[in-house]
């Protein structure tokens, strides 16, 4: 292991400038260390606000900011614009592909490896629904699910046909966690408050909108109760909701469902949002390939409980893509969110920078802070520490919080005027229909 005496700086390559990758840079860019950070993206999103760009209510550029922005004034940081295709562990090197036709070097050596790939909505094995239910995760697919949310209520005001226009106008969301549920929330507001003036043939508050969950509840990471709080919330809203129910077929003029009293139903709808099931980024896959590792039913890594990969100390694989092994060396599966991503590449930082000083260091402990999830305007649910909240008190708490974790002044500054700017006059300034992919591929 090279370290700061040696005649070269170590090198740490960290994969990925989501919020894992973004904290182990953070946490290591005064160490003694040569870091070079490769996305296939040149920016960072703030995912838990690509519902927002879905919607209207925040434009792209406000969520997400230049990787090399971030990190221009770290001279010992540099940041690479490249696809890592794969690794060979022996020789301690990355396999890279070039992004947008821009050059990149095929190999790239390190003495330690951190591996923060994050993972992306899976479709329970049917791909072919992806093109009629787009998902939220990246800013692509929510600038598209934007498209289609808004063109879906210009179709039905030509529309002079009842029954084709009642199914431009019924919306259907499946998957009910946080996405899913802040999804429904905000498509509701949209056809009940900004669009309510807008058309002059239909009425956007005669639109339907349908959260579909298999589990018995929403929001299954909270406790029932507050379940209960977001689902009365939902209901406020007129979002309609129905749990019980799973999806088993999705096409371009509708989405078919199991469960409920009837025992299953089609629903003629043209705008379907995807919020369902996760699965860990491809990268998690080849590492368990490579070193023996069993991934788990969503792709996940399994990791030592340093983050460590199994007879490869010098690589780390962090966030969504991974499941630790504790002390009793049993798999556990943490939540996928943000805070456990942040936590888990500080936290690898920690362990690179007490290696370089010939130290120990214990093994990664997650500190559950919280969580929360918003419905709509000054309704959201909290439960921190055991402490919960709804209403206004739980919305303010995850505005704050999601203002906090923004990254970049500028963001937080526009994001703030925008949300007030929002609230006090019911408005959506970024509804914009952009793209080719909308018509042509409902119709
Ligand atoms: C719609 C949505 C809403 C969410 N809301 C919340 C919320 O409210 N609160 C919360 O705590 N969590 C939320 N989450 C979860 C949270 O975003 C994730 O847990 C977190 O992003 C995981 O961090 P990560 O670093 O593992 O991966 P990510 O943040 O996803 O970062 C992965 C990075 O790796 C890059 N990458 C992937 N593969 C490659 C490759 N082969 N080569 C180069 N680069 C690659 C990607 O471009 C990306 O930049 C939400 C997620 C989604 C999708």
Avoid: C
Avoid at 77 to 89: I, K
Avoid at 231 to 256: H, Y
Avoid at 288 to 293: C, F, R
Avoid at 303 to 315: I, K, R, S
């Amino acid at each position: 292991m090279r370290t700061s005496g040696s005649r070269e700086e170590h090198r740490v390559v960290v994969v990925g400038g989501g919020f894992g990758g973004l904290q182990a840079v953070s946490h290591l860019r005064r160490a003694p260390v040569e870091i070079t950070l490769v996305d296939r993206r040149n920016f960072h999103l703030f995912q838990p606000l690509t519902y927002q760009v879905a919607t209207g209510a925040l434009s792209p550029d406000e969520i997400a900011y230049p990787l090399r922005a971030i990190f221009k004034r770290d001279r010992n940081v540099r940041v690479l614009l490249a696809e890592v295709a794969d690794f060979d562990l022996d020789a301690r090197e990355l396999h890279l592909r070039s992004v947008s036709a821009v050059p990149s070097p095929e190999r790239l050596g390190y003495d330690t490896l951190i591996v923060a790939g994050g993972s992306h909505y899976s479709y329970f094995g049917h791909e072919e629904w992806r093109m009629h239910a787009a998902e939220v995760k990246s800013l692509e697919s929510a600038l598209a699910v934007r498209s289609r949310l808004l063109a879906a209520f210009e179709a039905a005001e030509g529309e002079p046909n009842a029954e084709a226009r009642d199914a431009w106008l019924t919306f259907v969301v499946v998957g009910a966690g946080p996405t899913g549920v802040e999804m429904a929330g905000q498509i509701a507001e949209l056809a009940r408050d900004t669009l309510r003036r807008d058309f002059r043939t239909i009425d956007p508050r005669r639109a339907r909108i349908l959260l579909v969950e298999a589990a018995d509840r929403v929001l299954t990471s909270f406790p029932p109760s507050l379940s209960a709080k977001a689902e009365r919330s939902l209901q406020r809203l007129g979002v309609t909701v129905l749990t019980g129910r799973t999806v088993i077929g999705i096409d371009a003029a509708g989405v078919t469902f199991e469960g409920g009293d009837r025992g299953g139903e089609r629903i003629a709808t043209r705008a379907i949002v995807w919020a369902a099931g996760v699965t860990a980024s491809r990268l998690a896959g080849r590492l368990a390939e490579l070193t023996g590792a069993e991934p788990d039913r969503a792709g996940r890594v399994t990791v030592e409980p340093d983050l460590t990969l199994a007879g490869h100390p010098e690589v780390f694989a962090i966030g969504d893509m991974v499941r630790v092994r504790d002390a009793g060396g049993e798999p556990v599966v943490l939540p996928g969110f943000a805070p456990v991503a942040m936590q888990q590449g500080r936290y690898a930082a920690g362990v690179v920078r007490a290696r370089l000083r010939g130290r120990e260091h214990g093994a990664f402990r997650f500190r559950d802070k919280g969580n929360l999830a918003t419905i709509g305007r000054a309704a959201a649910v909290a439960d921190v520490k055991g402490v919960r909240l709804g209403g206004f008190a739980a919305w303010a708490t995850w505005l704050l919080v999601h203002l906090w974790y923004l990254i970049g002044f500028q963001n937080r500054v526009l994001v703030l005027i925008r949300w007030s700017f929002s609230f006090a006059t019911h408005g959506r300034g970024a509804r914009l229909i952009t793209g080719a992919s909308t018509t042509s591929e409902q119709r």
